[in-house]
């Protein structure tokens, strides 16, 4: 791989680690400008540690942990003004605890996505009518001449097999 196919592969790592890397700002700063200021400090430590990440290893942890830091030099700065902040630890607790739930959620959706790819064609285009686009299940059912009550049926049926091979699907990726 050339050294732009590389750099390509961490650009895509860093955008994908946005919403998570948000999330977790947030749950630390909470003033918006804040944690756009933060996440922008963040994006160039990455950048600039691009040679020091282990592919062999997670992304999302390790680009936490960065903006973990960079929080910390934020109420550095912030404490500096004389603002009162929490104390290093309780910011490590809250970081900690925010960072797994993403990972957590994360993990949830890349498994959605996997078991959602296993459905029948038919079962996938129903779900996604009726939660991606919205269409009201009366909609539905009068689109595919059938009864409100046997569309609700069906989904309830697919969102049970979802629900299972989700389950499934996370707990092998647990003991990986």
């Not at 020091?52 to 960079?70: S, V």
């Not at 809250?94 to 993403?102: D, E, L, N, P, Q």
């Not at 009201?136 to 049926?153: F, K, L, Y």
Request: hydrophobic share 40%.
């Amino acid at each position: 791989m050339t050294n732009r196919d590389l750099d390509e592969e961490y650009v895509a790592l860093i955008a994908g680690s946005q919403p998570v890397l948000r999330g977790l700002l947030v749950a630390l700063i909470r003033r918006a400008a804040d944690v756009d200021d933060v996440l922008q400090e963040t994006n160039t430590v990455l950048w600039r540690k691009r040679d020091e990440y282990d592919p062999e290893r997670a992304f999302l942890p390790w680009a936490c942990r960065i903006a973990q830091l960079q929080a910390l030099a934020f109420f550095k700065r912030v404490r500096n003004d004389g603002q009162a902040v929490l104390e290093e630890r309780t910011l490590e607790q809250i970081a900690a605890a925010t960072m797994r739930r993403a990972i957590e959620a994360k993990s949830h959706a890349e498994a959605l996505t996997h078991c959602m790819e296993k459905l029948p064609s038919s079962h996938r285009q129903l779900v996604e009518s009726r939660y991606r686009d919205a269409v009201p299940v009366n909609q539905i059912a009068a689109d595919e001449g059938r009864s409100a009550d046997a569309v609700s049926m069906t989904l309830y049926r697919i969102r049970k097999t979802l629900m299972e091979c989700i389950q499934k699907t996370m707990a092998r990726e647990a003991q990986t």
